[in-house]
Structures are given as structure tokens and as C-alpha cells.
């Protein structure tokens, strides 16, 4: 699972205010490569929620990200690379994610979430 | 420019929407701001004595260059050619050659080049000798350049329509009509045989088919730097001809055994794209469409969406909330804590109208402005006319619907819609409401919104006159909307 989708999920379960950001419990990180796209980058910058993601990749064990940022930082070469690595690259292999209100957890094996709502979280 | 454009004679429907999608994504309606209103299709015109089923169609481009990278991109254009002549008979197909310009010839008549001529006959095979006779009678034409069979810089076809007498289904063409012209571009057939399913490593029983996955992806407009987004992505079929055209996928499913397991270490939806040599989904998650785990906030996220969503009738649709819990037959449970890490989820049968629902309210929220959501929607046939009422949605505008029969019974219809208005409050209200009122009536959709039953119910509780198969004769004869 990529930061890019750790950012896109929240914990929705019944009666929770707000499921997210979700913690990352981590078992397993893995670096994986990713063709690199500056227009596709900086489509995503936009919609991506900053603090998260900062918060998100430190817990992977990468400190790199500036903990602000702005649309003119994207005219920088060396911060898209950045952005690039923590969003696209690093990899959370193995390990859960955590509701931050309720502590329940989502695991996510062989790199994929399980996000599925038990029968009386719906 | 007018342009004749020949198709590959099937999925007649799919034909004119994949080419108006293509030229709408290589700027054939950009610099429209002089016309008003802004243009947002193509013109056609059908040649003389030709039926709208035809494969030969005119059709107006801006320029040779969009012509050639909608045909190349396609999949159903045989060819689109730039028209040296036309006539009735090859007296009057040399005069109007000769009447064609110098400046328009000469060009790609040069010594330094090389050419081939190809005779093509629609609906009936001529022997290598009618053809070599019919190339030498062109002879009028001053070609300069060397003949090369195999890898020419310039292709010329010479067709021939007319009634053979054939059994193609087509109303006869009442007059012969004889084309020639200069190959602009063509789609790449071999795209086919490369992706087919026959050949793929992890398959399901839903797998989309290559052709039409790849058509699906021209509906969509996938092209590089594009996020598409699969909510039923199974075995990743449909990503597959999304990524083959450089699009970044991304793909969800409620069935956690397709998506995260497959079949093993070698055999799950990451080697399919690993045989192709395609980049990988930067994101694959289970989730349930209908309970989607996204954060509030998040919207128009993906570029497109695509997807084949379960009609119920080969493939049950599933949705979170416990089956007998929906249905009344027992009582709100939770799970006891030393059960809840390895519990699976009882989940409950999905009917087609609440997943339409849940996906035009996902696609209304997540899709960029202008960004396109092409999925198959099942229908019925009952008495010829696909008289059905498409979903609707505020959000969205649909330009093209493209029938598939797929038996005696049913058809599915590609149905392409494109977000012109935003996702506002007001809307996600309605759609929570229309949500809540599903969960309420659980029982009554599953029968409602069934379609199984419509499929294979045995013909006489179909038709409650007892008249077996009537409308057999009415149906068309030829296979034109078959695949």
C-alpha cells in the first residue's frame, strides 16, 4: 500500500467523527520503484492532504518531507523527487492501519488494505 | 478534411464512439472558439447508396495528423484514407483520379519512395489475378517510387463495394461503388492476439475481453499522466488496456481472495500486468462500493472510471452489512473481540440498481470535471427495441451507449458519461437518503432489481400468452450487434 492511497482512506465506521488520518502500524516496508511523472505529481499535490502525508512517511521510517508545503515548491526538481519517493515509492507491505478513534485495525497484507466493515461497524 | 474511414465490420455500435472519443482526446475540438457553438462531435456522411451499418463512412477531421493517431489508437478503424476518387465504375474511378490535384498526388508519388497497392473487395474474395489485373489498370496513376510488399512508405487501397449476393447481412448496396485512396493510419490489430484472454495468466469468469476492454479504455480516453480507477477490478482485465495506453490505474474489490491472493505467488492480477511488461497499479485495495473507506473531503480524484460492475447474472454482486441481517433474520450482532482479527465479513447480495446507484454517486464525487465514466449496464430485450431508460445522474451527461447483444435474452450497453456538473451538498444528501432507503428495503430489491431470473427463466413465464418465441422473427437476421 502506497502513501497515495493511505492518504485517499479513512476509517468510516459507525459513529465515528473522523476516521482519519489513519495510523500506520508497520510490520513490513518495502521500496519499491516507480516511473517518475512531474504532470502527475503535481495533478496530485493538489488533492493530497500535506500533514498526513508527512506524518505517514516519517512512520515508514522516511523524514525527507518538509512538514509544509506550498505549490511554488513544486518548481523545485529536488522536491518533486521527494514528493515522488514518499508517495509513490515506499511501500507498506505488510503491518495495519489504525482507526484513531476507535483503535481498530485494517490490516493490509501483501500490500493490500482490507478496508471491509464488519457487520456491526456498517 | 473530409476523410473516408473504414471499419472492421462488428460492434457496430462502438464503431462512431470510439472514434468521436479519440478525436475528441488528440484536439480535434480544440480551436473551436472562432465557431459558435464550440464544437463537440464529428460530421459524417455515408457514401452513395450505403446503409448507416456500412463499414465505409466519411467523416470531417482538422488535420492528416489527428486522423492518423485516432486510427492507429483504434480499434475497430480498418482505415482512414485520404480519397484520391470514387466512382461507380473504374471509367468514372480514373476520371475523378485524374481530376484530383497534382499538389495533392505528387507528393507521396516521389522516386525516392516506396508504395503498395492493395485490392480489398467488401463481401466477396477476388483471386490474385483479378487483383494484379485491377492494380495494372491504374497504371494512369505516375507512380515513381519502388514497390515494397513488406514495409512500404505509402499504402493505397482500392475498394469495391457492391451486392455480391453475399449473406452479410447488410440491406444490398444497390450500386457498386469503387474508392481509392492513401492510407493515413490504421488500428493495430495485433494489439489483439497479444493481450487475449486465451493467453492470460490469471483469468476469472468475468474477465473482459481484450477487444472490448481495450475499446472501453478509448471510451475512457486513458492516455499517460491520467489516473483511471477500476471499482471492480477482479483479476485487472479492464486496467490492463488502460495501462497498455499509459495510463497510472488504480483498482478496488470486495473479494479479497481475487485481489490480494489470486491463484498463487505467480498467478494473481500483479502478473498479468508483469507478462504484458505494464506498470503496475499503484494501488489495489478490498472495499466494498457501497461502504466506500474513503476520507471525507476527498473528491475528483481519478481522470476516469471503467469498470464492468456485476450484473448478477453470471456474477453476484456482494455489499457489506450481513446478509441475514439485512434481511430481517437476525437481530444487530458484533463480533466477540477474540474472534475479530481473522473475521470475514458476512457479506450480502447486491442488487444491480443499488450498485448503478452507488457507482454514478462514487464516479459524481471522485471523477475530475470533465472526466469520463464508461461501464456496461445489462438490459433485457423484449420486442427489438432497446427502449431503455439509462441511469441518470445530475452530474453526468451521456454521450454514447453502445449495445453488445450478448444472447436471445439480454444485451449490455457501454455506456459513456461524462461529469459536466459539480458534486454538491445537495447532491450527496440525496444520494445518503437513496442509500438509507436501499438498507431499508433490502428484501424488495433483491427481487426488484433481479435480473438473473430475466435471464434464465424458462421462455413460457416470459411470455404469459404462451406464444413460444415470437419475437424471433422480428429480430434482426444479421449479427451486426453480436460480437
Not at chain 1, 29 to 38: P, S, Y
Request: net charge negative; glycine share 8%; aromatic share 10%.
Amino acid at each position: 500500500m502506497r502513501l497515495l492511497t493511505h492518504n485517499m482512506l479513512s476509517s468510516n465506521i459507525k459513529g465515528v467523527a473522523n476516521g482519519f488520518p489513519l495510523r500506520i502500524e508497520v510490520e513490513k516496508v518495502v521500496e519499491k520503484q516507480v516511473d517518475f511523472n512531474a504532470d502527475f505529481l503535481k495533478n496530485m499535490f493538489a488533492k493530497i492532504e500535506w500533514k498526513a502525508l508527512v506524518d505517514a512517511s516519517r512512520s515508514m521510517g522516511y523524514s525527507e518531507l518538509p512538514g509544509d508545503a506550498n505549490p511554488s515548491m513544486l518548481d523545485s526538481d529536488d522536491f518533486l523527487q521527494k514528493f515522488h519517493h514518499a508517495l509513490l515509492e515506499l511501500h507498506l507491505e505488510e503491518g495495519a492501519l489504525v482507526c484513531p478513534e476507535t483503535g481498530r485495525k485494517f490490516p493490509v497484507n501483501k500490500g493490500i488494505p482490507n478496508m471491509l466493515l464488519h457487520e456491526d461497524e456498517v | 478534411m473530409w476523410y473516408l474511414c473504414v471499419f472492421y465490420h462488428r460492434l457496430l455500435d462502438y464503431r462512431k464512439p470510439e472514434v468521436e472519443s479519440l478525436a475528441e482526446l488528440f484536439g480535434a475540438f480544440k480551436d473551436t472558439d472562432n465557431t459558435n457553438p464550440p464544437k463537440n462531435s464529428l460530421e459524417w456522411k455515408l457514401p452513395q447508396h450505403h446503409h448507416p451499418d456500412s463499414p465505409f463512412h466519411f467523416v470531417n477531421l482538422p488535420s492528416e495528423e489527428i486522423a492518423r493517431n485516432v486510427a492507429s489508437r483504434s480499434i475497430l478503424v480498418k482505415g482512414i484514407y485520404e480519397l484520391w476518387g470514387e466512382g461507380s465504375s473504374y471509367e468514372e474511378l480514373e476520371l475523378a483520379i485524374k481530376c484530383c490535384p497534382d499538389e495533392h498526388k505528387l507528393p507521396y508519388l516521389t522516386p525516392g519512395s516506396t508504395f503498395k497497392i492493395i485490392v480489398d473487395c467488401f463481401g466477396k474474395v477476388i483471386s490474385s489475378k483479378e487483383q494484379n489485373d485491377r492494380i495494372q489498370g491504374l497504371a494512369y496513376i505516375p507512380f515513381k517510387g519502388q514497390v515494397n510488399l513488406r514495409n512500404p512508405d505509402h499504402k493505397f487501397w482500392l475498394m469495391e463495394t457492391d451486392d455480391y449476393g453475399s449473406n452479410n447481412g447488410l440491406p444490398p448496396i444497390v450500386q457498386k461503388r469503387i474508392f481509392f485512396g492513401r492510407e493515413i493510419g490504421a488500428a493495430d490489430r495485433k494489439l489483439l492476439p497479444t493481450y487475449q484472454l486465451k493467453s492470460r495468466t490469471y483469468l476469472g469468469p468475468t474477465a473482459m475481453d481484450a477487444e472490448i476492454a481495450f475499446l472501453m479504455a478509448n471510451q475512457a480516453q486513458a492516455s499517460p499522466g491520467k489516473l483511471v480507477y477500476d471499482p471492480f477490478v477482479g483479476t485487472g482485465s479492464i486496467l490492463i488496456s488502460a495501462a497498455h495506453f499509459g495510463a497510472i490505474t488504480m483498482g478496488a474489490d470486495i473479494d479479497i481472495r481475487v485481489v490480494r491472493d489470486g491463484r498463487g505467488p505467480n498467478c494473481n492480477v500483479w502478473s498479468n500486468f508483469k507478462q504484458y511488461g505494464l506498470p503496475m497499479p499503484i494501488s489495489l485495495l478490498r472495499a466494498d462500493n457501497n461502504l466506500p473507506p474513503w476520507r471525507s473531503g476527498l473528491k475528483e480524484m481519478f481522470d476516469a472510471i471503467i469498470c464492468d460492475p456485476p450484473y448478477g447474472v453470471r456474477a453476484g454482486g456482494r455489499k457489506s452489512g450481513g446478509r441475514k441481517l439485512l434481511k430481517g433474520v437476525v437481530g444487530p450482532y458484533t463480533i466477540p473481540d477474540d474472534k475479530r482479527t481473522d473475521h470475514i465479513p458476512s457479506t450480502a447480495a447486491y442488487s444491480l440498481a443499488e450498485c448503478v446507484h452507488d457507482l454514478l454517486d462514487l464516479a459524481a464525487r471522485m471523477l475530475v470535471m470533465g472526466g469520463r465514466l464508461v461501464y456496461f449496464y445489462p438490459v433485457l430485450r423484449e420486442e427489438d427495441s432497446i427502449d431503455t431508460n439509462f441511469p441518470e445522474h445530475p452530474c453526468f451527461k451521456l454521450v454514447a451507449a453502445c449495445e453488445q447483444i450478448l444472447s436471445f435474452r439480454y444485451s449490455r450497453v457501454l455506456l459513456t458519461m461524462v461529469k459536466i456538473a459539480p458534486y454538491t451538498e445537495e447532491i450527496a444528501e440525496a444520494a445518503m437518503i437513496q442509500h438509507l432507503e436501499f438498507k431499508e428495503n433490502h428484501l424488495k430489491w433483491l427481487e426488484d432489481g433481479n435480473l438473473h431470473s430475466g435471464v434464465f427463466s424458462p421462455a413460457d413465464l416470459l411470455n404469459g400468452t404462451g406464444d413460444t418465441k415470437p419475437s424471433k422473427e422480428s429480430k434482426p437476421k444479421y449479427r451486426g450487434k453480436y460480437v
